[in-house]
């Protein structure tokens, strides 16, 4: 007499937890990596971004100061935060 004993196999709904488990981790794990990359992608052009901060208070400097005694001051004070040399002590009235 031969007894055949069926293996026991898994049905679909046993391994599902399983695979939405995978899928979770794998979002996870991309999102991590989307944020490390952006984040070095905006610490490597926050440089530039700085740079056209000081060009843009140049050319409010320009249009402020067009006709008027303090250009050279504001130019000075610019020209010292561009180059990073420090800023001009306020002027005492």
Known sequence: MVILLA?????????????ELQTAAF?????????????????LFEP???LRAHFGAIAR??????????KLDAFRRDNLVLYGEGE????SD
């Open 88 to 91: 001009l002590a306020p002027e």
């Open 7 to 19: 293996e026991k196999t898994p049905a679909a709904n046993d391994l599902l937890p399983m695979n």
């Open 27 to 43: 979002t996870a794990l991309f999102g991590v990596i989307t944020f490390v990359v952006g984040q070095i992608t905006v610490k």
């Open 61 to 70: 400097d320009l249009l402020v100061y067009a006709n008027r005694d303090q």
């Open 48 to 50: 530039a971004y700085d």
